[in-house]
């Protein structure tokens, strides 16, 4: 993909989170990785609704920016994802709300209770509060980034990585439809975990 096609990707993405509630405000921050040695970030402070191409911002893997604009603040996070995941080329950070409850409420989403989820995700862990922006952050989810695709953020949102932003983008859909599912199973009265070695089986299909 050159970087006018990403540039537009990374609009479309922004919107379809914006349109299902999944950025209001100015909230989140999106990521493709352009080459081996450069990125494409979104812009601080801009709509995920309303962007445009030429407001992305580019990126080395140190977190120099290369021309004009100025990226998120979240970039940090985004940045230690690219240096530990050569395998990942999109990375996606909101703020779902059900997803989100989670993470204020201190708890990781059951994922053993979705075959879906099992077999696409396996599992999305909690990663421990962190102050935005900061070095903490990258710091926390470092010790998660080998072994996961998708994350919740105590008291803040979720990120999800894939091959490319699409991935990351439908693996946030994902994570947010689990987390209604198992919320409305809980005020159904629980929902019934799959038993362990099945959960097991699915997780090494995945």
Sequence with gaps: MNEMSARELMCEVGR???QVGFAPANAGNLSTRLDGDRLLCTPTLVSKGFMQPEEMVVLDLDGRTIGPGKASSEVLMHLEVYR???DVAGVVHVHPPVATGFAAAG???PCDILTEVLGTLGEVPLVP???PGTPEVPDNLAPFLADYDAYLLANHGVLTVGADLWQAFY???IVEHAAQVALVARQLGGAERIPPQRAALM???R
Excluded: F, I, N
């Design 107 to 109: 708890q990781a989403l």
């Design 84 to 86: 530990r995941r050569p």
């Design 171 to 173: 693996r946030m859909e």
């Design 129 to 131: 509060l962190s102050v």
């Design 16 to 18: 379809r989170l914006w």
């Design 203 to 205: 997780r090494v299909k």
